[in-house]
C-alpha cells in the first residue's frame, strides 16, 4: 500500500502534505449558499409564475347581481336535475330564459347577448373546480344529504363581483384553484384547494376515515 | 477569491439542497402524473351532455328492463330500470356488460361470405345486396328441386314477430322445421300434455312471491334460473317472511347455501325423491282430493317400487327425514311448491324428474294455487292473415327433428335429434338452415357430433349478432343489428307470475352495417317475389311491429313493457303415471368412477350469448384459472383419485379427454365432479376465445324416451392426475 502512496513516503514526520492549492473553504460555502438561495427564489417565486398561464373568461359574470334576484341561492341556476345528477354550468338555454335581451347596461351582457344568445352558441367558460376524468364526485351527496355548503368548497363566488382571471396549468390543464393559490399547499379556508387530501381530511374529520380508494376512482 | 472545479460543484449542490426546500419537485411530481392521465390517445368517455333512455334486455330470457346512459350519441352504461316489474333496477352483471357487445371485438360488422373451412370463423366481407341475392338463390334451387321442405330455421324462442317471421317465410314456402332451442320451460309444457292431456301451447309460471315454502330439485333459484332479477327478488321475499327452502343438490351451490337446508342425493335419484315423497304423502293419506285419473295405479307404483324405504336407500337419505319433508310439504298451511329444472334451467332435463316432481305438485294441491305453480295459455296475440292456410299446408309434411308426430308429441321441437339423425344416415336432411339468436354448435351436447353434422348441412345463413360457434359453420353472415340498436318485442316466458312483453329499441344507431333481422326477413321474402312476397304485406319491419301489435305498439314504445293478465288453464282430469319411464339422468360409461355434473352461476353465462369481457373478469379463480377450467372434488374424491388442489389433472368422458385444474372444496359430494358451464367458447374475441371448456364437448347425449328433448343432467367421467 504504501509503495503506490510517494508523496507520503516522502513526508517527515508531522508535515502536512504539499497540495495543490483550491478554493477555500468559505468560497465553497458561499457558492453552496448562493445556489441554495437562487433555487429557493426559482422555486417559491418565478416557478408558479411559470407555471400557470393566465385565460380570461369570455366575458366577465358577477355572481352577486344574481344572487340578489334569484330566491333559491346557487341552485337558483346551478340546478340539479331530476335523476339527482348536478347540471354544473348553467347552460345557454337558462341563462337565455332571461338574457333573450340585452337588459342592462353591462358590456358583458352585450357580448354574451350578441355573440353567444343571438348565435344559440354555448359560453365556453373555463371551469375552475373541473376535476379530472377519473374523479367521481356528486354534489347531490354532498349538497343534498351532507348538506353541506356550496361555499365550503367554493368559496365566497356567489358573493363576487366579476370573475376572477383563470389560471391553468401548463402541464394538466386544470385550474390554478385545484391545488390552491399557495404553492406549498398551505390551506387557510377549506375552500383554498380541491386535491384529494382536501377531500380526504373533511372525510376524516367528519366521518371518521378517507373512505376507500374507489369512492371517488370508479 | 479563487473559484473553480468545487466552487460550481457547490452552487450545484446548493442549488439541488435549495430545490428540495421549495415546492418545485413535489409540485412537478403531482402534475406529471395528472399529466399522463390526460394524453389524448387514452380511451376516456366523451364529455357532454348525458341522456337516459330506456329500453329492454335479452341477453337473457329474463326479461328485465334497462335503461342506457349515454354522453351524446355514445352509450356508456346500462342499468336496472326503477319501473320495470321484472328487475325493479335490478341488473345482472350480463346485463351491465351489455356496452360490451355493443362495441366489442366480436361483432359481425358486415354481410360476410365464409372464406376459410368450416370451423375457423374466417370471412369475406360482401355487401347486402350481394348477400341477399346469394339466399334468394338457395331458396330458389331447392323450390325449383322440389325440396323447399328442406329448409330449416333454428331460433332461440317462438315468441315475438321475428321468430314468427321466420316460421311464416318456412311456412310460406312449404317447410314446416322451424325449431327452437328446448329449455325447461319445454320440459314442463310437455309434463302440462302429459299429465294433464292438454293440446296447445301452455306455459308454466309460478307464484313465487306468495309461496310459504319451496322445494328446489336442484334449481339454482338464486344463479339465473328463469328470470335471474326477478328469482333474487323473490328470494328477498322469502328471506323477509322466512319463508323456509329446502334444496336438493350434490353441491353447496349459492342457492343451497341460501336455502334453510341442503339435501346432498346421489346423483341422478332426484326423481326417486321426488316419489318416495308422493309415496309418504299418501301412505299418510295427506294428498289434496281432486279429479285424479290412475290414482291406484299410481300409488301402486310407488308402493311397489318407490317406497320410503326403497328411496331412502337409493338417494342416501334418512327415511324419516323424507316423510317429515313430504308432511311438511303437504301441510295446506304450508302453501309449497317443488320446482325443478337444473341450474339456470336452460337446458331441457330429465321428464322422469320433471313428471316426478309435478306429481309431487299434484298430489299437495299445489298446481293452479296460490303460492304454488300455474298453466297459463301462451300469448297468441301475434296473427297474421293467411296463417292458417300456411299451417294446414304445412300440416301434413313431417318434421325432421319428428317432433309432434310419433313418438314425440310432447315436443314441439327437439333440435337434439337433428345432429344425431345427420350423422347416423351420412347425409343432411337439412338443405338450408337459418340460425338466428340462437347458438346450437356451442349448446348442444355431444359437440363433436354437432359439429360434424353441421359440416354436412350443405348451405347455413346466420343472422348472429356476434361471431360464436355456431357462425363458424355458416357460409353467409347477415348480421343483425345488436339488441341496443333494433326494435324487437320480446314476449318473456322464464315463469313470471303474469305474461309480459318488452320492446327493445334502437337506444344507439347501428355502429356497424348491421340490419334488424326482421327486415333482413321481410327482403328475403319480397325478394322472393310471388306468393312468398304477398305473405309479407309490410313496407319493413317497423311497420310489421306496428300493424302487428296494434293499440299496444304505441304503449310499448312509451312505457318499454306491456303486462297482462292470463287466467290459469282448466286442467280437467289429471293423470298420474302407472309406470315411471326408465331412463338415466347419468349418460355415459358406467366404468368410469366419477360422475361429472354442470355447475351454473350468475358469473358464467351458459347459453347462446357469451360472457362480455367485464363478465369474464368476475369469474373466481375456482372456477377459471388463467385458461383453464377448474373442476371441483371432495376432499375424499381428491384422495382416491390421486388429485391436489390447485394441480392439473385429466378429465375423460365418452366422448373427450381435456387437461383442467382441480380445485378439492368441502361443498360438494363424494364421486361428484362439478364442472362450470359457459366456458370454452370460440368467438374470434381475443377476451373470450381459448379460457375452459365447454361443458357440451364432454357429455353424451341422451334422448329422453317420453319427451324426446335431450335427458341428460351428467355423464361419467374419470379425473386423473396429468
Known amino acids: 500500500m504504501s509503495t503506490s502512496n510517494h508523496e507520503a513516503d516522502s513526508l517527515a514526520p508531522g508535515e502536512a502534505p504539499d497540495r495543490k492549492q483550491g478554493a477555500p473553504g468559505g468560497v ?10 437562487l433555487s429557493m427564489a426559482f422555486g417559491w417565486l418565478v416557478f408558479p409564475k411559470l407555471l400557470y398561464s393566465e385565460k380570461n373568461q369570455p366575458f366577465d359574470f358577477n355572481h352577486k347581481i344574481h344572487m340578489d334576484l334569484v330566491d333559491s341561492g346557487c341552485e337558483s341556476c346551478h340546478v340539479f336535475r331530476e335523476d339527482g345528477t348536478y347540471a354544473g ?7 337565455a330564459d332571461c338574457h333573450q335581451d340585452v337588459q342592462g347596461e353591462s358590456k358583458d351582457e352585450e357580448v354574451f347577448v350578441n355573440e353567444y344568445v343571438a348565435n344559440e352558441k354555448e359560453v365556453p367558460w373555463l371551469i375552475y373546480s373541473r376535476q379530472p376524468d377519473c374523479v367521481f364526485f356528486s354534489h347531490a351527496a354532498h349538497v343534498k344529504m351532507a348538506e353541506m355548503e356550496c361555499k365550503e368548497c367554493h368559496g365566497d363566488i356567489g358573493e363576487s363581483e366579476s370573475l376572477k382571471v383563470y389560471r391553468e396549468n401548463r402541464i394538466t390543464g386544470y385550474s390554478q384553484d385545484i391545488w390552491g393559490e399557495n404553492i406549498a399547499g398551505i390551506r387557510k379556508n377549506t375552500w383554498d384547494g380541491m386535491k384529494m387530501t382536501d377531500c380526504g381530511k373533511c372525510h376524516e374529520e367528519r366521518m371518521g376515515s378517507k373512505g376507500p380508494c374507489f369512492q371517488c376512482h370508479k | 477569491m479563487k473559484i473553480d472545479r468545487r466552487s460550481f460543484l457547490a452552487l450545484g449542490l446548493g442549488a439541488a439542497a435549495g430545490t428540495a426546500f421549495t415546492p418545485l419537485p413535489w409540485k412537478l411530481t403531482d402534475d406529471a402524473s395528472i399529466w399522463t392521465q390526460n394524453w389524448r390517445w387514452l380511451p376516456l368517455p366523451e364529455d357532454g351532455d348525458v341522456t337516459y333512455e330506456t329500453t329492454a334486455c335479452t341477453l337473457c330470457p329474463g326479461g328485465c328492463g334497462i335503461r342506457v346512459r349515454k354522453v351524446k350519441d355514445r352509450i356508456v ?10 328487475n325493479q333496477g335490478g341488473i345482472c352483471a350480463l346485463g351491465i356488460s351489455g356496452t360490451q357487445i355493443l362495441y366489442g371485438g366480436s361483432r359481425v360488422t358486415s354481410p360476410m361470405r365464409r372464406s376459410g373451412d368450416r370451423g375457423k370463423n374466417e370471412w369475406t366481407r360482401i355487401t347486402w345486396d350481394e348477400a341477399l341475392a346469394e339466399v334468394k338463390a338457395q331458396i330458389n334451387a331447392l323450390v325449383d328441386a322440389d325440396k323447399a321442405d328442406t329448409i330449416a330455421c333454428i331460433t332461440g324462442s317462438d315468441r315475438g314477430t321475428v321468430p314468427l317471421l321466420f316460421k311464416r317465410l318456412l311456412a310460406v314456402l312449404g317447410s314446416p322445421n322451424f325449431m327452437t ?3 325447461m320451460e319445454d320440459s314442463y309444457r310437455a309434463v302440462f300434455r302429459k299429465m294433464h292431456g292438454l293440446k296447445g301451447p301452455v306455459d308454466v309460471r309460478f307464484d313465487f312471491e306468495n309461496t310459504g315454502f319451496v322445494l328446489s330439485f336442484g334449481s339454482g333459484l338464486i344463479e339465473g334460473w328463469g328470470s335471474p332479477l326477478r328469482m333474487i327478488r323473490a328470494a328477498n321475499v322469502w328471506k323477509a317472511n322466512k319463508t323456509p327452502m329446502i334444496q336438493v343438490e350434490q353441491r353447496l351451490s349459492n342457492t343451497a347455501a341460501f336455502s334453510g337446508g341442503l339435501l346432498a342425493v346421489n346423483p341422478g335419484t332426484e326423481a326417486d325423491l321426488a316419489l318416495g315423497l308422493c309415496h309418504a304423502i299418501i301412505s299418510g293419506n295427506l294428498h289434496q282430493a281432486g279429479s285424479v285419473s290412475g290414482f291406484a295405479e299410481f300409488a301402486n307404483l310407488l308402493k311397489q317400487k318407490y317406497s320410503v324405504d326403497t328411496v331412502a336407500t337409493k338417494t342416501g337419505l334418512k327415511a324419516t327425514a323424507i316423510v317429515d319433508l313430504a308432511r311438511k310439504f303437504a301441510n295446506p298451511a304450508s302453501r309449497s311448491v317443488a320446482v325443478c329444472g337444473r341450474g339456470k334451467g336452460t337446458t331441457a ?4 324428474e320433471f313428471m316426478a316432481v309435478h306429481a309431487l305438485n299434484i298430489l299437495a294441491g299445489r298446481v293452479n294455487a296460490p303460492g304454488g305453480v300455474f298453466a297459463v295459455p301462451a300469448p297468441d296475440d301475434i296473427a297474421w292473415a293467411g296463417d292458417t292456410v300456411m299451417t294446414s299446408a304445412i300440416s301434413g309434411k313431417t318434421r325432421i327433428d319428428e317432433a309432434g308426430t310419433g313418438a314425440y308429441t310432447l315436443a314441439d321441437s327437439l333440435l ?25 354448435v356451442y349448446t348442444l351436447s355431444g359437440t363433436k357430433n354437432v359439429r360434424k353434422a353441421f359440416k354436412k348441412i350443405p348451405y347455413i345463413v346466420s343472422f348472429a349478432t356476434c361471431l360464436d360457434d355456431t357462425t363458424a359453420y355458416a357460409d353467409l353472415i347477415l348480421p343483425n343489428h345488436s339488441y341496443l340498436e333494433r326494435y324487437q318485442d320480446v314476449p318473456v316466458r322464464a315463469g313470471l307470475s303474469k305474461p309480459l312483453v318488452n320492446l327493445t329499441k334502437p337506444v344507439s344507431a347501428p355502429v356497424y352495417d348491421t340490419q334488424n333481422v326482421g327486415d333482413t326477413v321481410i327482403s328475403i321474402a319480397k325478394s322472393l317475389e310471388g306468393s312468398v312476397a304477398e305473405a309479407f304485406p309490410w313496407e319493413n319491419y317497423e311497420d310489421c311491429l306496428a300493424k302487428t301489435l296494434g293499440g299496444r305498439w304505441e304503449t310499448l314504445k312509451e312505457k318499454g313493457f306491456v303486462e297482462g293478465e292470463a287466467n290459469p288453464v282448466a286442467l280437467g282430469n289429471v293423470i298420474l303415471p302407472s309406470e315411471m319411464p326408465d331412463i338415466p339422468a347419468i349418460s355415459g360409461d358406467g366404468n368410469l368412477p366419477l360422475i361429472l355434473l354442470p355447475k351454473d352461476s350468475m358469473r358464467l353465462w351458459g347459453d347462446a350469448v357469451a360472457d362480455p369481457p367485464f363478465a369474464l373478469k368476475i369469474v373466481p379463480d375456482t372456477e377459471l384459472k388463467g385458461t383453464e377450467t377448474v373442476v371441483e372434488v371432495s376432499p375424499k374424491t381428491a384422495v382416491a383419485q390421486g388429485l391436489e388442489d390447485g394441480k392439473e389433472a385429466v378429465l375423460t368422458t365418452t366422448l373427450k379427454s381435456v387437461t383442467v385444474k382441480v380445485a378439492v372444496s368441502d361443498g360438494i359430494m363424494d364421486g361428484v365432479v362439478a364442472i362450470p358451464r359457459g366456458l370454452g367458447r370460440s368467438s374470434a374475441e381475443k377476451y373470450l376465445d381459448d379460457k375452459g371448456v365447454n361443458v357440451c364437448e364432454l357429455m353424451e347425449p341422451q334422448e329422453d324416451k317420453v ?5 341428460v343432467i351428467g355423464t361419467r367421467a374419470s379425473l386423473k392426475r396429468a
Open chain 2, 181 to 183: 332451442t328446448a329449455t
Open chain 2, 416 to 440: 337434439n335429434r337433428i345432429p344425431s339423425g345427420i350423422v347416423e344416415k351420412g347425409e343432411s336432411s337439412i338443405g338450408l338452415l337459418f340460425v338466428s339468436e340462437a347458438n346450437p
Open chain 2, 77 to 86: 352504461k346500462i342499468e336496472g330500470l326503477p319501473e320495470h316489474p321484472v
Open chain 2, 707 to 711: 319427451s324426446g328433448f335431450d335427458a
Open chain 1, 28 to 37: 465553497i460555502v458561499l457558492f453552496f449558499i448562493v445556489g441554495f438561495a
Open chain 1, 89 to 95: 354550468v348553467p347552460t345557454l338555454a337558462q341563462c
Open chain 2, 349 to 352: 332435463g330429465s321428464m322422469r
